[in-house]
């Protein structure tokens, strides 16, 4: 079965400090994958996403993912967090042509300290 | 605001009674989706709109839920004889296509009592 999973569910970072979360997906065959986030109150939004070429994308604010087919992982990335990142990170995946929903992972709870 | 609007934001129930949700995707957008997120948890796929035509659905999805999406604009999702059980938020998406990502609402929140 298709599935997404994160292995961080919480992470507590100070300022500053570089960033990676992990994701790794089981897809067979071509894989679309995303991050979302989710700020305290607030809906989920796009950070970055890949489809095809090159592996190392660049989302907003900063964030970065590498795609590594041979390790099946999406880790995502940034070289130095501020409080503002202090959110909910979420790593989703779509089978390439799939017409049902993207799948989620359970999220990373980031924590900036100041 | 041209985002992706859910109504109500929070619904409180006495179990067994019946709920219904709406969501207003961007208009053009052909494609709707409803996932559900409970605490500590990814949000889970639903179900899932081409314009009006409802495509595919979650084994999540009992025979308590429907959902419609008359012409191919918004969308209600129902509950019927709601149980604690269903307690979560309740999440709209809509898209362009897959290439696109989503675009999210900000939730329905359910609490049954």
């Known amino acids: 079965a298709q599935s997404v999973s994160q292995h961080n569910h919480h992470v507590i970072l100070s300022e500053a400090a570089s960033l990676e979360l992990g994701c790794n997906y089981s897809?067979?065959?071509?894989?679309?994958l995303f991050w979302y986030v989710q700020y305290p109150g607030q809906h989920l939004q796009l950070l970055l996403k890949?489809?095809?070429?090159?592996?190392l994308v660049k989302g907003i604010k900063g964030f970065e993912a590498e795609f590594i087919k041979s390790k099946f992982s999406f880790n995502l990335r940034k070289p130095s967090v501020q409080w503002s990142d202090t959110a909910e990170y979420f790593c989703?995946?779509?089978?390439?042509?799939?017409?049902?929903?993207?799948?989620f992972g359970k999220g990373t709870h980031l924590i900036i300290q100041p | 605001d041209t985002g992706v609007s859910q109504n109500p934001r929070h619904k409180i129930t006495k179990r067994g009674q019946n709920v219904t949700f709406r969501c207003d995707p961007i208009?053009?957008?052909?494609?709707l989706y409803w996932y559900r997120q409970t605490l500590g948890q990814g949000p889970e796929f639903l179900t899932y709109?081409?314009?009006?035509?409802?495509?595919?659905k979650s084994r999540l999805l009992s025979d308590r839920f429907s959902a419609e999406r008359p012409k191919g604009s918004f969308s209600t999702l129902e509950i019927q004889r709601t149980e604690q059980g269903d307690s979560a938020m309740y999440l709209c998406?809509?898209?362009?296509?897959?290439?696109?990502?989503?675009?999210f609402g900000s939730g329905t929140r359910l609490t049954v009592v």
């Open positions: 890949y489809f095809s070429g090159d592996p």
């Open positions: 998406a809509s898209s362009p296509g897959t290439a696109y990502g989503y675009t």
């Open positions: 208009s053009e957008h052909n494609r």
């Open positions: 989703a995946g779509i089978s390439g042509g799939g017409a049902d929903g993207l799948t």
């Open positions: 897809y067979g065959g071509t894989v679309n």
């Open positions: 709109f081409q314009n009006e035509a409802q495509l595919e």
